[in-house]
């Protein structure tokens, strides 16, 4: 069965800096990894994703993430914070070799601080 | 656009009353979630389906039960709703795997039971 961990509960950031949301996952085939970010009182928006490939992987708002196979991670990255990145992050796996769920993380919350 | 419609919004009921929430996508995607959502335990699977009248239970099915009549719709039903079902309802929905691989997120229907 596929599980995802997000260590942090809550990421302090001041606006301007660089930020990272930690991921790591576990699947028995291969990994299909998302992101997801949530605004107060919304569903949840896609942000990226890795399939194959690059390993890095670039998405929507200036997100990106790395994968790192040997670490079973996917950290979510940004270069430089915003205010407005402030949200609830969720990081998502399903098991590539079958067309089964999507398992997600309990969260992470992200506070930009101005 | 990718559109994911659940019924509404907001939602009170009394404890032991049935409830229906109902979750519409405009896609034609084969897979639909139902997951629920609560500070700290992130989002947890309740029930999927990969197609019509097919269901899978997911981490959390006890109380629930779903109904998959049509391909874009998808219905969770709480048999006899009880307090500890207060809670944030998302319903998404994705294609196969050989196709986007992304959920897609409804709103959210904020339930409360009394």
Redesign the interface.
Known sequence: AQSVAQPEDQVNVAEGNPLTVKCTYSVSGNPYLFWYVQYPNRGLQFLLKYITGDNLVKGSYGFEAEFNKSQTSFHLKKPSALVSDSALYFCAVRDGDRDDKIIFGKGTRLHILP | DVK?TQSSRYLVKRTGEKVFLECVQDMDH??M?W?RQDP??????IY?S?DVKMK?K?DIPEGYSVSREKKERFSLILESASTNQTSMY?C?S?A??DMN????????TRLTVV
């Open positions: 994911v084969e897979n979630f997951y700290g335990l992130g989002l947890r699977l999927f990969y899978e997911g998302l998404a994705s196969i795997l691989t992304e959920a897609f997120f409804g709103q959210g």
